[in-house]
């Protein structure tokens, strides 16, 4: 015959009633790192994409109809400005492709015969601070990542 505290003890064992509790507890710190991984990923995609306008906003604003060497100074400049970054974080190439072959100087003519075509780029890099650090999947060693937005454009 069981005593009474034999009765309670498995009437205890038997009760589920906690047990939503325990697994939401069990299941809740992973769902909470999804959260902040996905929240994560979103602003780093909003920051690249920031990069990448900034850069194409730099060639709009500073081009109108200037396609030399001249104005790289004011691109790198703009580009810098618009994206919030220092100027040593951006760059700013123009280059001559002579029959798909890139020329030494873009300021050359190439020879006869041979297509001719001027490119511009811009590259902005800036440093990504997740919520998280972390120390792996390409990250920097002070636990942040490089972005880059580039834009690049024909001019001839």
Not at 19 to 32: C, D, G, R
Not at 91 to 106: I, K, P
């Amino acid at each position: 015959m069981m005593t009474g505290l034999g009765i309670r003890l498995r009437a205890f064992t038997r009760n589920e009633r906690g047990a939503a509790v325990i697994e939401l507890a069990l299941v809740a710190p992973v769902f909470a790192a999804l959260l902040i991984g996905m929240v994560d990923l979103g602003r780093a995609y909003s920051t690249k994409l920031q990069l990448e306008q900034a850069s194409q906003r730099a060639i709009e604003k500073v081009m109108n109809g200037q396609a030399d060497t001249t104005v790289a100074t004011a691109l790198k400049t703009e580009a810098a400005n618009t994206a919030g970054v220092p100027l040593t974080q951006a760059t700013v190439d123009f280059w001559l492709e002579c029959n798909g072959t890139r020329a030494s100087d873009y300021n050359t003519v190439c020879g006869a015969g041979q297509v001719s075509r001027r490119y511009l780029s811009v590259t902005i890099t800036k440093a990504f601070s997740p919520m998280f650090s972390t120390r792996f999947a390409g990250a920097n060693t002070d636990g942040t990542y490089t972005l880059t937005g580039a834009t690049g454009v024909r001019i001839q």
